[in-house]
């Protein structure tokens, strides 16, 4: 996930990047998003980000990945959907590939946001790379997470790199606007 991670390769992994979303990563979210807000989770992953949102009051109208790990959830590509069942997409999806000018990331934002709105835990400076210049006339909103710990248990460190919500949407007419985040005494 992270671009200076060094993560060891766990089974959960299964070699493609697999990250699963901490619940902390998404209280950052929660004040943009309307009461019941329905969504599609193209990138589910283990479904905790599905799972987090549906305790809070969320709906998730379809879920899938390209190797689904639970019970009912579609097995498709983010670039083979063609329509959006609840009002947006939230996801984490897979970070850009170094070297890669972006990809996949950037292009499935393009493709998603063209569907409907669409939010992406990413790096909180992906908006300072030259390949969000694709992006950017749709980026309505970045939201800062600040560290993200990917993973817990036994030996496992704090993130090394700060993360943010990013809000796409092919229609947003505006400029985009930066979300701070809150400032809780220090800590």
């Known amino acids: 996930m ?28 929660l004040p943009h998003l309307e009461p019941e807000t329905r969504f599609d989770e193209p990138c589910a992953g283990d479904a905790a980000l599905v799972d987090f949102l549906q305790d809070l009051g969320h709906w ?25 069942a609840g009002e947006m997409f939230i996801t984490n999806p897979p970070w850009p590939t170094r070297g890669q000018k972006g990809y996949p990331t950037v292009d ?25 210049s694709r992006l950017a006339d749709r980026c309505a909103k970045i939201v800062s997470v600040g560290r993200v710990k990917w993973f817990d248990g036994e030996g496992s460190t704090p993130g090394k790199d700060n993360a943010a919500w990013y809000l796409f949407d092919q229609d947003y007419p505006g400029q985009t606007r930066f979300f701070g985040r809150a400032y809780n005494g220090g800590a």
């Open 60 to 84: 998730c109208e379809g879920f899938s990945d390209i190797e689904p790990t639970v019970p009912d959830m579609t097995s498709i590509s983010a670039f083979d959907l063609t329509e959006c």
């Open 2 to 29: 992270g671009k200076r991670s060094n993560f060891p390769q766990n089974a959960a992994q299964k070699g493609r990047g697999f990250y699963p979303t901490p619940e902390h990563a998404v209280q950052a979210l």
């Open 108 to 132: 499935m934002a393009l493709h998603l946001s063209s569907i409907a709105p669409t939010w992406f835990l990413l790096s909180s400076d992906f908006a300072h790379n030259i390949y969000f």
